[in-house]
């Protein structure tokens, strides 16, 4: 073949080449799975806020932000972001478990912690919100009112110990129940002030599920849940043999192993004071 021939081959291999890579670029959806629960106006900037039911939900709701520059309509990939939820009672107000917020693992401008909401109005109403967030060294907050319907169970327990201390304990897995042992997640938190709540840790849950519109039988296998140090939540086996409701009681014990809520399920006392439920 003569070399004039060969020469525009080549060019036309090349083309396709380059053609086809740029057809294979796809862009990467960093929300997918989540829905949009709100957005927040401050300036030139416009927080969303993302969880996968889009809705906050008393209890635990972990939540995923992104925050996009409204002239150049791109999103910020390195700004350090923090919250206050708060509650307005009719003579006081109060906060809530929450974490800090951090960089979603994978991600470049999502960003995500948790909130533990412990109480709404009927409503939804009541709470709100203040993010502080900071890009390229200048400070920025905006505060804005948000809704909070209540879960259909009892998915959070707030409570006063008998060591004269406020605790709120609230599920966060099993998500998805199932007829099996179940991990079993919480977070137990202790009232310092009416702002906050820090963990608490290396204390005691100890956990006795019963189905109570089924002779309140329990289950075999259970474990009671300990104190993980690589997240700070607690981890136990819950076993699930039937679908329907179950109620998960609960007592709460320190490192002493004193009592400090709850109570044992015996024929004479069929559900502990201290409880969450599941039905599935």
Not at 65 to 70: Q, S, V
């Amino acid at each position: 073949m003569k070399l004039k021939y060969i020469l525009p081959i080549a060019f036309i291999a090349l083309f396709f080449s380059c053609s086809s890579d740029d057809d294979n670029t796809t862009t990467i959806n960093e929300i997918e799975g989540l829905e949009l629960i709100q957005t927040i106006i401050n300036g030139n900037e416009t927080i969303e806020l993302y969880n996968e039911k889009g809705m906050f939900e008393t209890g635990y709701n972990m939540i995923s932000l992104r925050i996009k520059d409204n002239t150049s309509d791109t999103y910020i990939e390195d700004a350090t972001l923090s919250w206050m939820p708060v509650m307005q009672m009719p003579t006081m107000q109060h906060s809530c478990p929450k974490s800090s917020i951090a960089k979603a693992l994978g991600k470049d401008t999502v960003y995500e912690g948790f909130i533990i909401y412990q109480m709404t109005n009927t409503d939804g109403s009541g709470w709100s919100l203040t993010l502080n967030y900071n890009i390229d060294g200048t400070d920025y907050s905006v505060t804005e009112t948000i809704s909070v319907m209540q879960y259909e169970n009892q998915n959070i327990a707030s409570f006063m110990g008998s060591d004269d201390s406020r605790y709120i304990v609230a599920l966060v897995e099993p998500k998805d129940p199932s007829i099996a042992i179940n991990t079993m997640k919480v977070g137990l938190f202790k009232m310092q002030n009416m702002m906050t709540f820090p963990v608490v840790e290396d204390y005691t849950i100890t956990l006795d599920p019963r189905m109570p519109g089924m002779g309140n039988h329990s289950s075999p296998n259970n474990t009671d849940l300990t104190f993980n140090n690589a997240d700070n939540f607690y981890y136990g086996d819950l076993s699930l043999t039937m679908t329907g409701y179950w109620k998960l009681n609960l007592k709460l014990m320190n490192e002493s192993d004193t009592v400090l809520k709850g109570e044992d399920v015996t024929e004479e006392n069929e559900s502990s004071s201290l409880y969450l439920e599941l039905e599935f």
